[in-house]
């Protein structure tokens, strides 16, 4: 069962439930990972133990240029920290250099039936999008599902596009613990207020290989570009006509930069405001609203060790986890050698 979590109000019980969520290197950070994830990852770091992955294994089903994903990866670690992660109050990680991931999805891939990753909608949406069929793209939720076990993670915040996923990763811990015995608990998906963001195309969710997508970082005239690009109700033709502002991406973003919201949506509906001006005013108010991560952003990019130190230190944070983990999975399976009691 999911939930949305105001993980500012946890109760003292929850102190010690572990989470987990990774995101990928695979382009730059936007809206809809921001409203739909990051806004927890931020939030849960005081009340849980908290581990964030940069995911790169995952970002080889798209990104195939080995200077562009270093590249990317470096950079996402900074939007990391910009929007508030603090390697003190969490462990920011990079996947690749933790191979314990990988060893247990290959176990998890001897439970799992092929016709669950071949139903998986994600699988088939970027099928679509005409994203190479590679073994990585089916395997990708097995992959996911052992990122988040592995720490014995409850909790994991993630976009409500993820909700099947998530389920994905439920039925696996089902099918390992069935066999072996209950090694893993069953995380549950924890989600933001925010729906699905749509992309600037206003026919599908936000997402960097559908390019469609307003960086949360990119520049402010750039913004104003692609915020003016956007596509709001078209049966809405004339300024004069009335507008569905239920039906209006521009409408909907306006709930989360600003309280006004639903005056805006009245002058949609009433014709009083027109799309230009309804979209002039998200894109300044989305500038405004990220203009301190963004001088964050620029102060932390001013230190060239600051990445690989934070990675570093997290690793170190987490190894006794996965050393734990890894140990115990090995002798529920029957491989390596025997741990003395």
Known sequence: MSQTLDARHASPQ?????????????GASHLGNYLGAQVNYVAMQDDFETIYGI????????????????????EMVLDLLAVGLDPVRCALIRQSDLPEHAELAWIFNTVVPVSWLERSPTYKEKRQQGIENSMGLLDYPVLQAADIV???????????????????????????????GPVFPEPEPVFTEAPVVLGTDGASKMSKSANNTIPIF??????????????????????????????CNVCRLHRYFGSDYLQIQDGERTARTGCVDTKGLLAE???????????????????????????????????????????????????????EV
């Open 55 to 74: 995911v790169d294994y995952h970002a080889l089903t798209t990104v195939h240029d080995g200077a562009e994903l270093r590249r990317l990866t470096h």
């Open 218 to 247: 990119a520049e402010p005239d750039e913004i104003r570009r692609l915020v003016m690009s956007m596509v709001t109700d078209p049966l809405r033709i004339r300024r004069t006509d009335p507008g569905r502002p239920e039906l």
């Open 285 to 339: 108010r989305i500038i405004e609203f990220f203009r301190p991560m963004r001088e964050e952003r620029a102060r932390l990019a001013a230190d060239p060790a600051v990445v690989e130190q934070t990675l570093a230190a997290g690793a170190a944070k987490i190894r006794p986890i996965l050393e734990t983990t890894t140990a115990e999975v090995r002798e529920a399976v029957g491989i390596g050698r025997r741990r």
């Open 14 to 26: 929850a102190l010690r439930e572990r989470v987990f969520s990774g995101i990928q290197p695979s």
């Open 150 to 180: 592995i720490y014995k993670a409850t909790r994991v915040p993630v976009g409500k596009d993820q909700a099947a996923h998530l389920e994905l990763s439920r039925e696996i811990v089902r099918a390992f613990n069935r066999r072996y």
